[in-house]
Structures are given as C-alpha cells and as structure tokens.
C-alpha cells in the first residue's frame, strides 16, 4: 500500500502562483510514477501532469509552460509549480502514483482562481 497527502493548494487571482506538494509513504519502492491529476465541478478527472522514476514527464497540452512536475526521490516528494494561473485551472488537484498492480490516490487539495 502507498499514501498519499497533498498540500499547498488554496485561493490565488489569475496569472498568480501556487506550490503543490505530496509526500509518499508506505511501499514506495514500487512505485514507478506519480503525477497529477485534477476534476473540476462537473467534469471528468483529468491527468495534469505525470513524471516516471527516470524523470521523464509528461503534461496536459492545457497547462505546458505554465506546469512543472518535479520529484525528488530522496524526500519521497513530488511537486507542481504552477505558474500563470488562469481561472480555468479552478479544481480539486489529486495526487497519484502508479505501481506495477495499482493506482494510489490523495485526499485532493483545492486550488480556486478567481479574481
């Protein structure tokens, strides 16, 4: 079993800036990718961003440029700058990581932009 918790979500006007965080416990050697998800009221869950164990990544057409996922190994961290905010970007963000049997979700962090 993995866990998962985000933080750094909150209120931010448009083209402003947020941090999100999400530490890894429990059986994390088996873990081969992590990324990000987000669902905004009314709409499917979407990958945002996603990044392997080697440090490839990979990011939803929507949010390159303004995204970066990064990892950090040693920490069992992996984070989400996100940069240039736009309203559109509103939704509950999810954390998740992915072993060769299973998918592992957070408990979701709310980022709301809005002037």
């Known amino acids: 079993q993995v866990q998962l918790v985000e933080s750094g979500g909150g209120s931010v006007q448009p083209g402003g800036s947020l941090r999100l965080s999400c530490a890894a416990s429990g059986s994390i050697f088996s873990i081969n990718a992590m990324g990000w998800y987000r669902q905004a009221p009314g709409k499917q869950r979407e990958l945002v961003a996603a990044i392997t164990s080697g440090g490839s990544t990979n990011y939803a057409d929507s949010v390159k440029g303004r995204f970066t996922i990064s990892r950090d190994n040693a920490k069992n961290m992996v984070y989400l700058q996100m940069n240039s905010l736009k309203p559109e970007d509103t939704a509950v963000y999810y954390c998740?990581?992915?072993?060769?049997?299973?998918?592992?979700w957070g408990q979701g962090t709310q980022v709301t932009v809005s002037s």
């Open positions: 998740n990581a992915a072993d060769p049997l299973s998918r592992y």
